[in-house]
């Protein structure tokens, strides 16, 4: 391993690790995301915390510092197995972020944003996936977690070689929905359109 490589899966985890949800909730005067709603600070739940405009600041960013990191990486040379732990690495920032306690979010935005530069068929699939049950649930997280638990077979199918990586993010990511998937089961969790959850 280089020291570039080191350098770049640094880089992901320190970008990865700037809370868009936190700061845009700053800006708004929202309070912190984390003590309020769903406690979790990504876009849904800042959505129902302060509508539409500071969500869609938040998802931007969010896919951006997944993006940016990876596609930094493939310019600069790194091989493509480098490259999906460079996305690993973003991810792992923002649901561990240095500069918040290691308090962050489930990096599902994030993890969006990785997987564009690795392959944008992979990343339109997903996208179909997540809109077509949100549309016919209402429940954000069931879409993340289906499209998620499905992104190493469909990756496997179309970019092998991202196989592996791709796996360990949809391990990480399911796991941090892990207190979704208990709501899920005992019809507690809220749906997209509630403006206040539980935690």
């Not at 309020?36 to 849904?44: L, M, Y």
């Not at 991810?91 to 392959?119: E, Q, R, W």
Request: proline share 6%; with cysteine; glycine share 10%.
């Amino acid at each position: 391993m280089t020291a570039l490589t080191i350098l770049m899966f640094a880089s992901a985890y320190l970008l990865g690790s700037i809370s868009s949800a936190i700061l845009v909730c700053r800006l708004f005067s929202l309070g912190d995301p984390r003590d309020q709603g769903s406690g979790n600070p990504g876009a849904t739940n800042v959505l129902r915390l302060g509508g539409k405009y500071p969500a869609i600041l938040v998802l931007v960013f969010d896919v951006l510092k997944g993006t940016i990191p990876v596609w930094g990486s493939y310019y600069l040379g790194l091989e493509p197995i480098d490259l999906a732990f460079v996305a690993v690495f973003a991810c792992i920032g923002h649901m561990f972020p240095v500069f918040f306690d290691f308090s962050g979010g489930k990096a599902v935005a994030t993890a969006f944003g990785t997987i564009l530069p690795l392959g944008l068929d992979i990343a339109a699939i997903l996208i179909v996936t997540w809109g077509v049950i949100v549309s016919l649930t209402n429940y954000s997280s069931l879409a993340a977690i289906l499209s998620v638990g499905l992104a190493p077979l469909i990756t496997w199918m179309l970019k092998p070689e991202y196989t592996l990586p791709v796996a360990i993010l949809s391990l990480l990511i399911i796991l941090r929905h892990k207190g979704n998937i208990v709501r899920l089961i005992q019809g507690k969790e809220p749906k997209v359109s509630q403006k206040n959850s539980i935690k």
